[in-house]
C-alpha cells in the first residue's frame, strides 16, 4: 500500500464547477496535511495546509480532513481555467518519518474546461 | 527575494561522470531537502537535513550523497551517475517546525532536470 495515494486523473470539470480532488494516507499516526499546486514545468507551491479534523477554508479553497479515515480532500468552487494543474497531497507521516519527511503523492492533474 | 536555486537548471551527462547539484537558499531555514520527480512515481525524498551537519535518508538515497556544512548550502552529489538518476530533481527548505515536527510550507527551487546517458 502506498503512503500516499491519490487518482491520477484528469479530473475534469467544467468553469465555474466545484472541483473534487481527494487523498488517503497509511500512517495513521500522521499530523499534518499539506495540498501542493504543480503547473507543468514550474515547481510545487503550497495552496493549503491542515493540521484538525474538519474543513479549513481559504477563498476559493476548502482542505477537509479526516483522521478516522485517513484521507484528505481539497475542494476548489467557482473553478477557473487557472487552476488547470497538478495538485500534490503531502502528509507528515510520524510512524514511519519521525516527523520529519514529508511523503507526497502522485497526484491528480485538475483540467478546468471553458 | 526570498528563494531557493538550484544550479544547473539542465545537465546532460554521461555514466560515471561524478557531479554536483548545488542548492542555497536565503530565508534562514534550518530544514533543507532533495525530492526527485518522475512520471507516474511523483515526488520522491532523497535526503533531508534538519540543521548544519544534521542529514539523514529519505525514501531513495542509494546513489546519492548530501551534505549540510552552512546551513543556507545543500548540495546533492551523485558519485556515479546511471540512467536510472535521470530525473527532475527539487531542492526544497523550510523553517524547522515546533519540537520537529514538519508545521512550515516547504518552499522549492525552479528544479534541476538531469539526463544521464
Known amino acids: 500500500q502506498k503512503e500516499v495515494e491519490q487518482n491520477s486523473g484528469p479530473l475534469s470539470v467544467p468553469e465555474g464547477a466545484i472541483a473534487s480532488l481527494n487523498c488517503t494516507y497509511s500512517d495513521r499516526g500522521s499530523q499534518s496535511f499539506f495540498w501542493y499546486r504543480q503547473y507543468s514545468g514550474k515547481s510545487p507551491e503550497l495552496i493549503m495546509f491542515?493540521?484538525?479534523?474538519g474543513d479549513k477554508e481559504d477563498g476559493r479553497f476548502t482542505a477537509q480532513l479526516n483522521k478516522a479515515s485517513q484521507y484528505v480532500s481539497l475542494l476548489i468552487r467557482d473553478s477557473q481555467p487557472s487552476d488547470s494543474a497538478t495538485y500534490l497531497c503531502?502528509?507528515?507521516?510520524?510512524?514511519?518519518?519521525?516527523?520529519?519527511?514529508?511523503?507526497f503523492g502522485t497526484g491528480t492533474q485538475l483540467k478546468v474546461e471553458l | 527575494e526570498a528563494q531557493v536555486t538550484q544550479n544547473p537548471r539542465y545537465l546532460i551527462t554521461v555514466t560515471g561522470k561524478k557531479l554536483t547539484v548545488t542548492c542555497s537558499q536565503n530565508?534562514?531555514?534550518?530544514?533543507m531537502s532533495w525530492y526527485r520527480q518522475d512520471p507516474g512515481l511523483g515526488l520522491r525524498q532523497i535526503y533531508y537535513?534538519?540543521?548544519?551537519?544534521?542529514?539523514d535518508k529519505g525514501d531513495v538515497p542509494e546513489g546519492y550523497k548530501v551534505s549540510r556544512k552552512e546551513k543556507r548550502n545543500f548540495p546533492l552529489i551523485l558519485e556515479s551517475p546511471s540512467p536510472n538518476q535521470t530525473s527532475l530533481y527539487f531542492c526544497a527548505s523550510r523553517l524547522r517546525g515546533l519540537a520537529g515536527v514538519n508545521t512550515g510550507e516547504l518552499f522549492f527551487g525552479e528544479g534541476s532536470r538531469l539526463t544521464v546517458l
Open positions: 530565508m534562514n531555514h534550518e530544514y
Open positions: 537535513s534538519m540543521n548544519v551537519e544534521v542529514t
Open positions: 503531502a502528509v507528515n507521516p510520524i510512524l514511519t518519518g519521525g516527523g520529519n519527511k514529508l511523503t
Open positions: 491542515i493540521y484538525s479534523n
